[in-house]
């Protein structure tokens, strides 16, 4: 029986020498592999190269798209640096990530508010201004309305104060000032006026590993090229459109198994001193109940 899900690896820049790397380890669990690496120019059928800023690799996954069969029942994207439990194939990760047909997986997401400073500390995360005053793109044409997208949030549990800056959100952002300056004036601005609503709803999420159901894949496509041509961060593009088009959407603590983020210098090397950069030692001493390791650099690991 010919397998049903898609295995999408996403390169955030161009490193070639991954692919084979990468092959080898998912070849034996997944029939339909396809790397998506920036500015690829050389001879494998499964590579499809896509042309974007890695700010905004959402754009990577629109034009990938456009190269593959829209048959699979469901699409399952992985960073090239966010390694699977070796234990999840084509055969099982529905049960791993408790996927209905109608269903999405993300690690997390949060409200334009939950978020706090971290959804606006740079410009090139931040949304308001790209939804006030973009000209670039006529989304209003492409996206889903902003009266219906906010229906959809509500129905979901979110009020429009999920989507509202206040000052804050804005100090909880300060150590990026000297980066994005126009954080002085936003803070200046909610001081003396208020809270300020952004004009569409938005959520911020770890997008490292993401699934999308087949039936939704064409619409997830859409979105995610017009968030890219507005320039909209990939970890809040991701988070709100699979919010604003699928119908169920599976957040890891609605799972038993978790995943491992190594944030930081001191996490990454306490786990490649732990397993010896090796690779195979990794793999047979896994833990049981992890979902992925984020990041695993495998250039820097004996495989």
Sequence with gaps: MP????????????YDANIEKLEKIYQSRF???YHIVPFYDGAEKNVIPVYECSFRFEG??????KHIDYSYEH??????????NPAINEKNYREWFSLADNSAFITFTRSLRQMKGWGINRRFMDPFPKFEKYQGTLWKEELMPAEEAFAVAKRQGYDREEFAMDASMVWDARKKLKEYPRLILMFLRTLIRGKKYCPYPIWGG????FIVPGKDIEKVA??????AAMDIFVEEAIPTTLHLICEELIEEKDLEAKSKTLWGNPAREEVEEKYERDYRKLMNEWE?????????KLSRWKM
Excluded: E, W
Excluded at 60 to 65: F, P
Excluded at 75 to 84: C, K, M, T
Excluded at 206 to 209: A, G, I, L, M, N
């Design 222 to 227: 859409h979105m995610l090229g017009v968030f």
């Design 288 to 296: 049981t109940g992890c979902l992925f390791i984020h990041p695993i």
């Design 75 to 84: 699409y399952f994207f992985v960073a090239d640096d966010a390694i699977l």
């Design 206 to 209: 770890y997008s490292d590993v």
């Design 60 to 65: 990577y996954v629109a034009q990938a798209l």
């Design 3 to 14: 397998s049903k899900v898609c295995l999408l690896i996403i390169y955030n820049h161009r």
């Design 31 to 33: 029939s339909n592999i």
